[in-house]
Every structure is written in C-alpha cells, then in structure tokens.
C-alpha cells in the first residue's frame, strides 16, 4: 500500500461511513459526525504505528536514498582472513545506521498521522459536547412526552371509572343520536 493510498484511505473510509450511516440514521446526524471523527483519528493514529512498525520499507523514504553498505576487509591480501568476525561486525553497525536513517525517514510520515489524529481528537471535543447536549435535549422533549401522555391515559382511566360507576348505579349516562334522528337513552339491563 502506498503513502498516497494511505492518506487517501484515512480520509474516504470515514466519509463513505458517515454517508451511508447517515442515509440510514438521519436522526442521529451529530452521532454519525462525532463516530467519523472518531474513526477518522483511529485510522491516522493506526497508520502512524504501521509507519512506525514498517519503518525500514522503502515507501516512507524520499527517492534516491540509498542504503550505505560496509566495505569487506576480508579479501584483503595476508591478513583477510584474520578479518573476517570484523566484517560481521561492520555489517552490523552499517545495518544499524540503515535501519536508523529508515527510521529517520519514516518519523515525519508518522508525524503526519499523527498529528491528523490529534487534530481529530481535538475536533471532537466540541463535537462531543455538541452530542451531549442535543442527547439531553432529546431526552428532556421524549420526557415531557411521556409525562403528557402519563397524564391523558391517567384522566382516562379516571373516566373510564367515572362511566364504570355511573354503570354499576344504573343511572343513565347520555344521550346518543342516531342516524334515526331520536334520542336513545343507555339504561342498565335488567
């Protein structure tokens, strides 16, 4: 995967989640925008540590860095062969120097991502609070509801009481009209 298709995936896969979560949930709009950010700065922070766990490919390099190579003394003439565990040992340092110049190299890169996800987190912080207070607010009005709606059930049942009493004493209730034009009258069955 190359640094352009990484910078590139950071930024459409968190889109393209908030698109399609926010064709579904059009309610939930400040979710689906606080979830993007969030996903958004998980995907730069997991970048970074890609970087830094692939350090020593040669993608985070500028091109034309080449890698240093140690001379071998060993094919020195009479005493190349005394040489020898010093050529391992200047293959090792000369591998260390590569894999910290590749380390060099890389670092800004990860920066980079780093840094997106920072600012991300940072974009959050609003967002969260923006998210809680449309949250709270919800829940206040789906309260008020609930409570106007407590309210009409409880003075229906009061008069649902009301008729059950008038019902059980015999007493008529009301007068109904029919399509006959007279007047009916409830009476209790007897």
Same mark, same amino acid.
């Given at each position: 995967?190359?640094l352009?298709?990484?910078?590139?995936? !950071?930024?459409l896969?968190?889109? @393209?989640?908030?698109?399609v979560a /926010?064709?579904?949930?059009?309610?939930n709009?400040?979710?689906?925008?606080l979830?993007a950010?969030f996903?958004?700065?998980a995907l730069n @922070?997991?970048?970074?540590? *890609?970087?830094?766990?692939? #350090?020593s490919?040669?993608?985070?390099s500028?091109?034309g860095?080449?890698?240093?190579?140690?001379? %071998?003394?060993?094919?020195t003439?009479?005493v190349?062969?005394f040489?020898v565990?010093? =050529?391992?040992?200047m293959?090792? $340092?000369? +591998? /260390?120097?590569n =894999?910290?110049?590749?380390f060099?190299?890389?670092l800004?890169?990860? #920066?980079? #991502?780093?840094?997106? %996800? +920072?600012?991300?987190?940072?974009?959050?912080?609003?967002?969260? $609070?923006?998210a809680?207070?449309v949250?709270?607010?919800? !829940?206040r009005?789906r &309260?008020?509801?609930?409570t &106007?709606y %407590?309210? !009409?059930v409880d %003075?229906? &049942? =009061?008069?649902?009481?009301?008729? &059950?009493r008038?019902?059980s004493?015999? *007493?008529p !209730?009301?007068s109904a009209?029919?399509?006959? +034009?007279e =007047?009916h009258?409830?009476?209790p069955?007897?």
């Amino acid at each position: 995967m190359s640094l352009d298709l990484l910078r590139i995936l !950071t930024w459409l896969v968190p889109a @393209a989640v908030a698109l399609v979560a /926010g064709f579904v949930l059009r309610r939930n709009f400040h979710l689906i925008a606080l979830g993007a950010v969030f996903l958004f700065a998980a995907l730069n @922070a997991a970048a970074g540590v *890609y970087i830094l766990n692939h #350090f020593s490919d040669s993608r985070w390099s500028p091109e034309g860095m080449a890698l240093l190579s140690a001379p %071998s003394l060993s094919e020195t003439p009479l005493v190349g062969e005394f040489l020898v565990p010093l =050529d391992s040992a200047m293959e090792g $340092v000369v +591998g /260390g120097v590569n =894999d910290f110049r590749a380390f060099q190299q890389a670092l800004p890169v990860t #920066f980079e #991502f780093l840094a997106a %996800s +920072g600012w991300a987190l940072l974009v959050s912080v609003p967002l969260v $609070v923006f998210a809680a207070f449309v949250s709270f607010a919800r !829940t206040r009005r789906r &309260k008020a509801e609930f409570t &106007k709606y %407590s309210a !009409t059930v409880d %003075s229906l &049942k =009061d008069e649902l009481e009301q008729i &059950k009493r008038q019902l059980s004493a015999g *007493y008529p !209730t009301h007068s109904a009209r029919f399509s006959d +034009g007279e =007047d009916h009258r409830l009476t209790p069955r007897g």
